[in-house]
């Protein structure tokens, strides 16, 4: 069955992407959970398609047993370097779940829900309307 593709003054919308504005514009509620144990927990996020990884305060993610998986060195928005641990979990978004990298951020950092997620979800940021969008998947 064929479907019209969604598209935006005849762009394809590409996953990940923001249209409509400056990314970071806008949060989104999700549910974070262990893919071994199934415990979760409910988050509310900002959608940072400028950001490539997903990043929630470390408690958080130790508290539901997420496990570190490997340390890698990351560029932040102000210019720092740090080294961070990232693990695999589970996000429910949009009432469909999928694997996706989390970064472990200190406690001062904001949830952030990046680029990759919104890709593995096949969903972009329509920062005008304050909403995620379907997106086009390519291969």
Do not use: C
């Not at 919308?13 to 949060?27: A, K, R």
């Not at 001062?108 to 969008?133: C, S, W, Y």
């Amino acid at each position: 069955m064929s479907q019209k593709h969604q598209t935006h003054d005849d762009w394809i919308i590409l996953p990940g992407t923001t249209i409509g504005g400056e990314v970071g514009t806008f949060s989104v509620d999700f549910t974070i959970r262990n893919r071994n144990t199934g415990q979760s927990r409910d988050l509310n996020g900002l959608v940072d398609t400028g950001a490539s990884y997903t990043i929630i305060p470390m408690h958080i993610l130790d508290e539901l047993g997420i496990e570190h998986d490997e340390t890698e060195l990351f560029s932040l928005a102000d210019g720092s370097v740090q080294e961070l641990d990232i693990g695999w979990a589970d996000m429910v978004l949009e009432g469909r779940t999928r694997p996706v990298y989390v970064v472990f951020g200190t406690s001062r950092e904001k949830i952030l829900l990046g680029a990759m997620a919104l890709e593995a979800f096949a969903l972009a940021a329509d920062a005008k309307n304050h909403r995620l969008i379907r997106a086009e998947l390519t291969i």
